[in-house]
């Protein structure tokens, strides 16, 4: 394994940006980043090709890439996508949560998407070095640095095929809250006219057209007054599968939570750290469908307590009231739940180095 990690590192050229922000400039930057507008100095770069494999990995100045008209994603949208944090410690220097995990996820959407599988060291290796160049970027206190490594078809050619040719990238992006005004609880609309992904679909892997086909009941959402868009299953239009962007939990008067099972959903790390946390606490999970109807009605009823989205992004979001042309409901008193604020508090001290460290997630980021 350390062989491979050093022949990992040392596949990559590293030519430093010459034009790289001012200090002053990024403290300001780094004061209210938000989320996904900006972005550090570097990026990496790794071809491929199917004659020649990974080759001529780079870290280098982040700029705009030249391609051309016909270059296969613009068409054919073969592109899939991770994202993952980086986050400062205490001591100064930065770490990243299950970022084995992310290269395992990409290289099972990769497989879905019919391109070639990144080694998983080489993946690892690439987002050490844009954390380890960008060091500057990552943000104390409650913001993290966003990573996002990406790859895409860049062959010149319209056939309907898979590319034979490919670029990986990772740029950086320092984030805060994913949702803006850092709100207690986000409202959610169910989509009823669209639905995200069908069984033997792409709604498994993370590939930039799941989110291109959520962009307009998204849009729907928000012109309902909400936040994000919560998604059935295609075939009884009845299960609730998950957001646009971020898996569901499910808190009842029991004391037991339940989230919707694999399958079409994202397997979230988010989502996975949980289950594994609370199992640890003795709190009894449970991976099961769960309808609309009966969503309503345990509201309603008092039965269901909370409810709360995770992800990368939106970390654990408690979700105040739900939103559908059958009408709305409110989910317990509207705000955070203890079990989300409790949650939330364990994950990103595990994350952030500041308590024990049990399944040995967190790994020195450079
Ligand atoms: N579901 C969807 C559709 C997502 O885009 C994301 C975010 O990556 C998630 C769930 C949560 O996944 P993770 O916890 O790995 O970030
Ligand atoms: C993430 O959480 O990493 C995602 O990709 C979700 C996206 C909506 C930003």
Redesign the pocket.
């Given at each position: 394994m350390e062989e491979t990690a050093k022949a990992a590192k040392q596949q990559f050229n590293v030519r430093p940006n010459a034009q790289a922000i001012s200090a002053a400039e990024r403290a300001t930057l780094l004061e209210d980043p938000g989320f996904g507008r900006v972005f550090t100095d570097h990026m990496v770069v790794i071809k491929y090709s199917d004659d020649r494999g990974w080759y001529d990995a780079e870290v280098t100045a982040r700029a705009p890439l030249s391609i051309d008209p016909a270059c296969s994603v613009l068409h054919y949208a073969q592109e899939i996508f991770e994202?993952m944090k980086a986050y400062r410690t205490q001591d100064g220097g930065a770490v990243l949560f299950r970022p084995d995990a992310?290269a395992r996820?990409f290289r099972q959407s990769a497989e879905r998407l019919a391109m070639p599988l990144i080694p998983e060291e080489l993946f690892l290796e690439a987002v050490r070095q844009i954390v380890s160049i960008d060091r500057d970027w990552v943000p104390s206190g409650e913001g993290a640095l966003y990573l996002r490594p990406f790859m895409f078809g860049s062959e010149v050619m319209l056939g309907v095929r898979p590319s034979s040719e490919y670029l990986f990238l990772v740029i950086a992006s320092p984030a805060g809250n994913y949702f803006k005004g850092g709100k207690d609880a986000v409202t959610i609309w169910v989509s009823n006219d669209y639905t995200?992904a069908a069984p033997g679909g792409t709604g498994a892997a993370?590939c930039g057209g799941?989110?291109a086909a959520g962009l307009l009941p998204q849009a729907q959402a928000v012109a309902n007054g909400c936040d994000q868009v919560v998604f059935l299953d295609a075939v009884e239009r009845r299960w609730v599968d998950?957001?646009?962007?971020?898996?569901l939990f499910f808190v009842f008067d029991d004391g037991s939570i339940n989230t919707p099972p694999l399958g079409t959903?994202?397997p979230?790390?988010?989502?996975d750290s949980l289950l594994t946390i609370a199992r640890d606490r003795g709190i009894k999970v449970s991976e099961s469908p769960y309808a609309i109807d009966q969503w309503r009605a345990d509201a309603e009823s008092g039965r269901l307590r909370e409810t709360f989205a995770?992800?990368?992004?939106a970390v654990i979001t408690p979700v105040g009231e739900v939103r559908s042309v059958d009408g709305n409901f409110k989910i317990g008193d509207g705000g955070a739940g203890p079990v989300a604020k409790e949650l939330r508090k364990t994950l990103t001290d595990i994350q952030r180095g500041n308590a024990p460290d049990p399944h040995g997630w967190v790994q020195k980021a450079y």
């Open positions: 994202g992310n996820r995200r993370k799941n989110y998950e957001l646009g962007g971020m898996n959903i994202l979230g790390i988010t989502r995770c992800g990368t992004a």
